[in-house]
T-cell receptor, first 106, second 118 residues
Framework: GIQVEQSPPDLILQEGANSTLRCNFSDSVNNLQWFHQNPWGQLINLFY???GTKQNGRLSATTVATERYSLLYISSSQTTDSGVYFC????????FGTGTSLTVIP | DAGVIQSPRHEVTEMGQEVTLRCKPI?????LFWYRQTMMRGLELLIYFNNNVPIDDSGMPEDRFSAKMPNASFSTLKIQPSEPRDSAVYFCASSGPSGTLPSTDTQYFGPGTRLTVL
């Protein structure tokens, strides 16, 4: 099956810093999504982005489908950004990456 | 809207028992998803429905698992018989109505049901 790898696995930031999370996938995909799971377990769908770039406030995402990767940018990080960020790809079946655990320190 | 509602929030049962998890999607949404999250396997999509019809159940682990969506406002995920390895958090999410398959709309998640099978 398809491999979905996220990096880094863990990230600690000072509040206000910027960060880039990466999702690599090993095959062509129909769909790619980014999710955030907060420390209380709540899941939020951030972006549906099979290709191109999207922005939503301090977050933006870029997927380069031909090179099989997607990036999630977090600017001016806040403590509420803490949690685990997952990417998920759809190739007819749905596969999640193992996530990047982000901790933002005040 | 109250968001996606899942019940129960916590379920503890003994191996061999039947377990039924329930989900009420957001009114007006026409896609519904069931996910499972464990430490070992991470997040997995089990099944999704569009307009109450199961579209992709390739993630359902085995025949012990079944899901139904009898109407637009209710879905169940049933495990019979349950086993300790089914212990996980089960999330339901809904989205729509873009009409596309798979749905390209933002998914809204419920709080999850934490299932423990002893």
């Amino acid at each position: 099956g398809i491999q979905v790898e996220q990096s880094p696995p863990d990230l600690i930031l000072q509040e206000g810093a910027n960060s880039t999370l990466r999702c690599n996938f090993s095959d062509s995909v129909n769909n790619l999504q980014w999710f955030h799971q907060n420390p209380w377990g709540q899941l939020i769908n951030l972006f549906y982005i099979p290709s191109g770039t999207k922005q939503n406030g301090r977050l933006s995402a870029t997927t380069v489908a031909t090179e099989r990767y997607s990036l999630l940018y977090i600017s001016s990080s806040q403590t509420t950004d803490s949690g685990v960020y997952f990417c998920a790809v759809d190739i007819g079946q749905f596969y999640f990456g193992t996530g990047t655990s982000l901790t933002v320190i005040p | 809207d109250a968001g996606v509602i899942q019940s129960p929030r916590h379920e503890v049962t003994e191996m061999g028992q039947e377990v039924t998890l329930r989900c009420k999607p957001i009114s007006g949404h026409n896609s519904l998803f069931w996910y499972r999250q464990t430490m070992m396997r991470g997040l997995e999509l089990l099944i999704y429905f569009n307009n109450n019809v199961p579209i992709d159940d390739s993630g359902m682990p085995e025949d012990r698992f079944s899901a139904k969506m009898p109407n637009a406002s209710f879905s169940t995920l049933k495990i019979q018989p349950s086993e300790p390895r089914d212990s996980a958090v089960y999330f339901c999410a809904s989205s729509g109505p873009s009409g596309t398959l798979p749905s390209t709309d933002t998914q809204y998640f419920g709080p999850g049901t934490r299932l423990t099978v002893l």
